[in-house]
């Protein structure tokens, strides 16, 4: 399964989906409920959602606070992916209740229906993520290069729980990320870290990398973007997550920072 939805130039995840979904959802079905009811609850519905998404980004802030205070502004780039949607959904229930209470009790019965439909679209939409792991592929039967000639089979990562990142130089999020996995690599020896590189000549990122001076183990090549084609991926970066047998449990489209790589390698770590 593709975890986003790519429409031309656009990469949309899944989990961003569900949510936009479950918010349309709420938004429609509360201006229909508000008109016949008199009372619309379109204002507090916004409320909702922003107070749901600050609590969220907020919550996984504090879970994962060691990796944020170690680069404070981090916590302001949500392109992270870093999110706790059940707090998240604890935060727009609790500001509807409050608004409701205060400002528009007669809003109440259309906001608490379009707020369960909304939250019921978007828990389906969780679960059927998680319903739908991506258990049948695994690390294929994949030859690439080192950055010194030599072929390696992608099978020989499985063993130990393994992330393989699909970068190039010319992309930005990726030259933004690579510190992160790098970093990663040198702390996690129990895990395989894999940077490989999509569609460019070894002598290019060697140099790429040699400019910028890191140093990094399993740093292959994937000239025709084979990696790519097996799993569907065309966004970079996108980093592949597998556990110890060598099964794809999660893919992340987009940038990474600590936190959220550290969120990913405790999964395959399990």
Known sequence: MNPAITLGPLVLPWGLGAVLASLLVAWALGRWLGRRQGADPGDALWGAFWAGALLARIAFIVEYRSAYLAEPLSMLDIRDGGWNPVAGLLGAWLYALVRAR?????????????????????????????????????????????????????????????????????????????????????????????????????????????????GLDNALIDETRAAGAVFEQKAFPTTLFFDADGRLVGTRIGELSAATLQERLARIRR
Do not use: Y
Not at 137 to 157: H, I, K, N
Not at 197 to 211: I, K, M, Y
């Open 102 to 214: 205060r400002r528009a009790p007669q809003a109440w019965p259309a906001l608490r229906s379009a707020l369960m439909a909304g939250t019921a679209v978007f828990v389906a939409g969780l679960g059927a993520l998680s319903a739908l792991p991506d258990t049948d592929r695994r690390l294929p039967a994949l030859t690439v290069r080192s950055l010194q000639g030599a072929e390696v089979d992608l099978r020989t990562f499985q063993g130990k729980p393994t992330v393989i990142n699909l970068w190039a130089t010319w992309c930005p999020p990726c030259v933004r990320e690579m510190p992160v996995l790098a970093a990663a690599q040198r702390q996690s020896p129990d895990v395989n870290v894999v940077f490989l590189n999509q569609g460019e000549a070894a002598d290019q990122v060697r140099a790429w990398l040699r400019s910028r001076g890191l």
